[in-house]
């Protein structure tokens, strides 16, 4: 998504090393658990089990990819209008080749694109949903351009 991208991608290489995992994580920004002498803090040189990534929407350069699993948090109009947001995300869906996890609101946006094999879980505030979003607080929506 467009906030919370190196966020969440070092939380879950963290999580997988807290887990005795080894995992690659590739961000777009430094974590202090990550940094050594000789590394910033935006790679952690794994065991090759894992790769954890920060895709990036801005230059499209998510489309390179062909992930096992997609977790995409939110859709913002830092680069792109929603509607070709919308278009992009669904193309990187297409070559997700194991499972997404998608917020609610990107759901709703990307949902016509989404290959009807790929498993899918979504998470969100809505009571009927299988996993609840208890709290989260996301920045202004700065599509109202």
């Known amino acids: 998504g467009s906030c919370g991208k190196s966020t969440v991608s070092s939380y879950l290489a963290e999580t ?9 994580c590739i961000t777009g920004a430094l974590a202090n658990n990550f940094a050594t002498p000789s590394l910033a803090g935006n790679f952690y040189p794994g065991d ?4 954890v990534f920060e895709a990036d929407e801005s230059d499209k350069s998510l489309l390179s990819y062909s992930p096992d699993y997609a977790l995409i948090l ?3 109009c830092d680069h792109y209008d929603k509607e070709e947001l919308a278009r992009v995300f669904g193309s990187f869906l ?8 998608l ?3 990107v759901y709703n946006q990307v949902k016509d694109y989404i290959p009807k094999s790929l498993p899918v879980v979504i998470f969100g505030e809505e009571d009927n949903l299988a996993y609840k979003l208890v709290s989260y607080q996301l920045p202004k929506d700065n599509c109202d351009r």
């Open 103 to 105: 917020s609610s609101d």
């Open 74 to 76: 939110n859709i913002g």
């Open 48 to 51: 090759g089990k894992f790769l």
């Open 16 to 24: 997988l090393l807290s887990l005795g995992e080894k995992p690659y």
């Open 94 to 101: 297409q070559q997700v080749k194991k499972g997404a996890i």
